[in-house]
C-alpha cells in the first residue's frame, strides 16, 4: 500500500511495475485528487481503495503486508505509528521523524508489534559505494584512520527546494541536516563500521537574506528588472532552462509550460530567493568521532555547480577516493593504484536502480531473506541521534 503519491513513491512504484510476481500495489493514500487518481489509474486501484487521509485508510483495514510511507518529510511519524499499531510492516522514507524521541517511539513499537521497518537510506546501494565499505573493511589497505565526505547539494537544487520550495524552513519541515544529510551520515556510520561518541558541527544560512537583494529586485522573477542578469532567477531555472520541473503536476487540460507559468507569476517557485521566507542552513560542517576513534568529516555545501558527492577514505596503508562513479585505491609503497568505473551503471535512472534494488531487498526481508544494506529501523536512528545532536552543537551558544 502506498502512503503518499509523489515523486519519491512514484520511483518505487517502477518496483511495483517491473515485478508483479513479487509484489501489487492495493491501496492509494494521497491528499492530492490528481495524484490519487493517476495512481489509482496506473495500477486499476477501485475506488474502495483510494483514500485522501490516513485516518479513513486504516480505519478501513485493508488486507496487506506492507505499507510504504513517502508522505511529505514533517509527516513520517504519524502515518508510520499507525501503520505499525494496524499490523503492517513498513518501509520509511528518510528522516524517519523529526525528533529523536519519536525514532525511538517508533523503534519500540515496531519491536512491540513484530513489525518490519526499513529505512530508504539508498545511499548504502550505490554500487561505488558497496565496493568501497569492501574495501574498507577487507583490510588490504590496513586500519580504518578517517574518512572525509562532501555533499554537494548543487545551487539549482537548493534554490528550488531549500530556499523557494518545501523544505526551507526549519520548523515546518526539519533541519538541512537531517533533511538533506541524514543518508550521507548514515553512509559515513555504515562504512566506519561503529557508533559516533561525540560531534561538532557549524553552519549558518549565509547568503539568502534580504540584505543581499540587489538594488531594484522585486519579490518575484517574472516581474524584475534585475531577472535577465541574476544567478538565480526562476525564469531562467524552470521556463529557459527546464530544470527541476519534473515535481510539477500538470492538470489535465494543461501543460507543463502552463504549470510553470501560474508558478512563475503565483506559486512558492517564482519567487525572488532573497524575498523568500527561508530559515534553513546554505552551508554546514560537521565532525564526527566514532567509538573506534575513527573521525569522520562532513560538509554540506549548497554552492556548487553540480549535485555531487565526494568521500575521501584514509587507512593506515593506502587511501581510496570516490565520487559516486568511481573507486580510485592509491596502496602506500610499490603496489600498483586501481580504479574500478560504476559510470555506466550511475547513467541508469533511479540513481543507477539503486533505489529499486532498496525496494527489492526490503521485500526479501519480508520474505525472511537476509538483507544485502538495507537499515532497519534500529540501525538507521544512529544517523538521526548524530543529526539531532549536530543541530545541538550548531545552535549552542558561547
Known sequence: MAIGAGNRMRTYLHYVKEHPDQVQLVAVVEPDTLRRQRTAQQF??????????????????IAAEAVIICTPEQVHYHPCMQAICHGYNVLLEKPIAQTLQQ?????????????????????????????????????????????????????????????????????????????KCCHDIDLCYWLAGVRCR??????????????HAPAGAAERCIHCSVEPTCTFSAVDLYQRRKQWISNFDIPDGQTIDDVVEQELHHGRYGRCVYRCDNDVVDHQDLIMEMDNEVTVSLAMDIFTADDTRTTH??????????????????????????????????????????????????????????ATALPLIADGIESHRICFEAERCRQRKG
Not at 137 to 156: K, S, Y
Not at 198 to 211: D, K, L, N, P, T
Open 44 to 61: 486499476q486501484l477501485p475506488a474502495t481503495a483510494c483514500f485522501s487521509d490516513c485516518d479513513t485508510f486504516f480505519a478501513a483495514d
Open 198 to 211: 561525540r560531534v561538532a558541527s557549524y553552519g549558518a544560512r549565509s547568503w539568502f537574506r534580504s540584505e
Open 313 to 370: 577514505v584514509l587507512l593506515s596503508h593506502g587511501e581510496i577516493h570516490c565520487n559516486e562513479q568511481q573507486v580510485e585505491v592509491i596502496p602506500f609503497g610499490r603496489q600498483p593504484r586501481e580504479v574500478f568505473d560504476y559510470s555506466d551503471i550511475m547513467r541508469q535512472p533511479f540513481h543507477g536502480n539503486a533505489d529499486l534494488r532498496l525496494f527489492g531487498d526490503f521485500i526479501a526481508t519480508l520474505r525472511g531473506d537476509s
Open 103 to 179: 525514532c525511538h517511539d517508533i523503534s519500540a513499537a515496531a519491536q512491540r508489534h513484530g513489525a518490519v521497518v526499513g529505512i530508504c537510506h539508498v545511499l548504502r546501494y550505490f554500487p561505488a559505494y558497496l565496493k568501497l565499505r569492501d574495501l574498507i573493511h577487507a583490510g588490504t589497505l590496513g586500519q580504518l584512520i578517517a574518512i572525509h565526505h562532501r555533499e554537494g547539494v548543487g545551487i539549482d537544487r537548493a534554490t528550488h527546494s531549500y530556499v523557494r520550495g518545501t523544505m526551507n524552513r526549519e520548523h515546518e519541515s526539519n533541519p538541512m541536516l537531517l533533511a
